[in-house]
């Protein structure tokens, strides 16, 4: 780009975009699941950032502050999908709301008003189409893979 | 309050006159107001106006960005910032978990063609690998095991009426206060970014060489290359400075093989260069990292048998829990 202050705001922009992003998720969303990717979303925000800020200096430093955020976003990853798992066993729903449980003695709980209809492509799992012919099964072997 | 915040002087770098009139002030606002009509807990109508205003926000934030030198440089850059934005937008936006981490991922690549236009090849392979093809993966076993039917009421809605109009634009604010204090501050949005392009334009016939006096950043990248050179001539110089500062800078900094030719982060060897700085300068902290790992490991571990221990002991307890969810 003509001027390198100019590349730096475009990538700073996009950066700061992906953190807001990343936040508003956060913040909205009550799925556990989709809570902890968008904090990896503000993560990668950080991230943008840290390598534009990298090239306009032209040093390794951005660059290696992002290595080491993999590093502990990798670590975060394994522990939040830990307790994620342990918390679903608990509760069997990924409903973070469902821990307002632990909540004081006296406080009122959350009470969802009303929720919205579901439409129908919501209701179905991303899927591949079948391609091929069906194998041919043997019932000998299906006996012994009662579940797969 | 009005009086409070203009005596602040970060309300007062702000150029509000130029923010109005920047069109990335306006695409923030229009990603906002999609965000309100496309996140879970609106209705199912709010869905076409709300991509409209989401194509319109994109439209804006790429017309308020910078130019590129050439056509390629700025169509590459313009098709991974959309790709990046729109498809985290999707992804929180998405009713789906499973949909969520599908576009989670689409944004990954996206970030890592970001990380590669900027002479960080490694970070954008590694990104795509760690993230997309071992996080998201993981988030998506884990989606899979604990919701078969894909599907459930609380992605549908959120905390209330009122939590999602004050969250999105609470964070619309943020992130057009950063825009506006780094933006002035870099000399790219406001008074100066025009009178720098006025100036650009005039003296864009002249020889590369005739560059203006504040445009600091073009020179920062000149000077760093030649940093290393000057540092080892401080220190070979005891005149200029005490013996002990000189013994001290040496100290600190041990020379490293061919200093100069790696710390410039663009050109050849970009990895063998990334490699020699991993590994010397940040030795410690790559190690650091690599206990950290090992005690998640171990941690995520300890926390699954110790559920396991538990749910074992009172098999009752635990079904009667699940029940009532």
Not at chain 1, 14 to 29: E, P, T, Y
Not at chain 2, 83 to 98: E, K
Not at chain 2, 112 to 119: I, M, R, S, T
Request: some cysteine.
């Amino acid at each position: 780009m003509a001027d390198p202050a100019a590349e730096l705001f475009n990538y700073l922009t996009v950066g700061g975009i992906l953190f807001a992003l990343g936040l508003i998720g956060f913040l909205v969303r009550r799925n556990m699941i989709v809570m902890f990717l968008c904090a990896e979303m503000m993560l990668q925000g950080i991230s943008i950032s840290l390598v534009a800020w990298g090239k306009y200096h032209a040093n390794w430093g951005g660059q290696m502050l992002v290595i080491f955020i993999l590093t502990v976003a990798a670590c975060e990853a394994a522990i939040a999908l830990a307790l994620v798992l342990m918390l679903f066993h608990r509760s069997g729903k990924l409903d973070i709301a469902f821990w307002q449980e632990m909540r004081e003695d006296g406080q009122p709980a959350y009470v969802d008003r009303e929720i919205p209809e579901e439409r129908e492509e919501d209701k179905v799992w991303p899927t591949l189409t079948p391609a091929g012919r069906l194998p041919s099964r043997d019932p000998e072997i299906d006996l012994h893979r009662s579940r797969v | 309050m009005t009086l409070m915040l203009s005596a602040n002087p970060l309300w007062a770098a702000i150029p509000w006159n130029d923010l109005i009139g920047s069109p990335l002030a306006w695409g923030v606002v229009a990603g906002a107001i999609s965000l309100l009509l496309l996140i879970p807990g609106s209705s199912q109508r709010a869905r076409t106006p709300g991509l409209g205003f989401a194509a319109a926000a994109l439209i804006l934030l790429g017309l308020g960005m910078g130019r590129a030198d050439s056509l390629g440089a700025q169509l590459s850059f313009w098709v991974l910032a959309a790709l990046t934005v729109g498809s985290a937008g999707a992804a929180i936006a998405m009713r789906s978990a499973v949909y969520s981490a599908i576009w989670f991922a689409v944004s990954l690549l996206g970030t890592g063609g970001l990380f590669c236009l900027q002479n960080a090849q490694f970070l954008g392979v590694a990104t795509v690998v760690v993230y997309a093809g071992a996080i998201v993966v993981t988030f998506l076993f884990v989606v899979m095991l604990a919701q078969p039917e894909g599907h459930d009421a609380y992605d549908r809605i959120s905390w209330g009426p009122l939590a999602k109009p004050v969250i999105v634009g609470s964070a619309a604010v943020l992130l057009g206060l950063v825009l506006g204090t780094v933006g002035p501050a870099l000399g790219v949005l406001g008074a100066k970014a025009t009178a720098k392009a006025t100036a650009k334009a005039t003296v864009k016939t002249a020889p590369e060489t005739a560059e203006t006096p504040s445009d600091s950043a073009a020179k920062s990248k000149a000077e760093s290359g030649a940093k290393a050179g000057v540092k080892t001539v401080v220190t070979e110089s005891p005149s200029t400075k005490g013996d002990e500062t000189a013994a001290g800078a040496a100290v600190t900094e041990p020379s490293l093989p061919n200093r100069s030719a790696i710390d410039t982060i663009d050109g050849r060897g970009h990895m063998a260069r990334l490699g020699s700085v991993l590994f010397s300068r940040h030795l410690l902290a790559v190690e650091l990292g690599g206990t950290l790992l090992l005690a998640a490991l171990v941690g995520a571990v300890a926390i699954v048998i110790q559920g396991r221990d538990e749910r074992a002991k009172q098999p009752a307890g635990a079904g009667e829990e699940r029940d009532n969810g």
